[in-house]
């Protein structure tokens, strides 16, 4: 039982390139999210989702996409990368009920340059 | 727009010292939830908190939600090394269910 797995763990962008930040998690969970963490900062949500084929936006989703085709695989896609996307991305899934927290993966960190 | 404050934003103790961090919200809270965050590691959940005045310990730390849903906080009585991290709170609003974290406090702790 992994639990949420994130790939990469780094990256380097250079400004206007492109790339995807791969979830995964094996717990079943119907919900998912991306969150950034900028320098001593709290966790600032980009996107979720409450099962397969549903997306939604979250506080902070401009310049980013998702999807969500199988209930386990919750990429997050960088179009035309920024400086300003230079954080710590964090994924997360937690069941339906409201009695558990979030799990999270350990994290991309990521610098646009 | 909505926010949950969180207070201090750094705590240096000496070992051996209590810490409290302080968690708010200008609206009222379904429920909250406490994360632990070690550097350079990732939040990991430690409890959740749903009814009003609600409290729970565990070992030496000791969560509290408040009387009127809006506020709560984290204790830790006689810290260790092992306590160094960051402690976040997260809140579900309950006009539109939505999640939102403080900037959390950042615990030191001096041997």
């Known amino acids: 039982n992994a639990g949420v797995t994130q790939t990469p763990k780094f990256r380097i962008l250079k400004i206007g390139q492109s790339m995807t930040l791969q979830c995964t998690q094996d717990?079943?969970?119907?919900?998912m999210y991306w969150y950034r963490q900028d320098p001593g900062m709290g966790l600032k949500l980009i996107y979720y989702?409450?099962?397969?084929?549903?997306?939604d936006k979250g506080e902070v989703p401009n310049g980013y996409n998702v999807s969500r085709s199988t209930t386990e695989d919750f990429p997050l896609r960088l179009e035309l990368a920024a400086p300003s996307q230079t954080s710590v991305y964090f994924c997360?899934?937690?069941?339906?009920?409201?009695?558990?927290?979030?799990?999270f993966g350990s994290g991309t960190r990521l610098t646009v340059v | 727009g909505q926010q949950v404050m969180q207070i201090p934003q750094y705590q240096h103790v000496q070992e051996g010292e209590d810490f409290t961090t302080y968690c708010n919200s200008s609206?009222?809270?379904?429920?909250i939830q406490w994360y632990k965050q070690r550097p350079g590691g990732h939040p990991v959940f430690l409890i959740q908190?749903?009814?009003?005045?609600e409290v729970k310990k565990q070992k030496r730390l000791t969560f509290q939600f408040g009387e009127a849903k809006k506020n709560s906080s984290l204790h830790i009585t006689a810290t260790q090394t092992t306590d160094v991290g960051t402690y976040f709170c997260?809140?579900?609003?309950?006009?539109?269910?939505?999640?939102?974290f403080g900037a959390g406090t950042r615990l030191t702790v001096k041997p």
């Open positions: 997260a809140g579900i609003l309950t006009d539109n269910n939505d999640m939102r």
């Open positions: 989702s409450v099962g397969a084929g549903i997306t």
């Open positions: 997360a899934s937690s069941y339906v009920a409201e009695n558990y927290g979030y799990t």
């Open positions: 609206t009222t809270l379904s429920n």
């Open positions: 717990m079943n969970h119907n919900y």
């Open positions: 908190l749903v009814k009003s005045g």
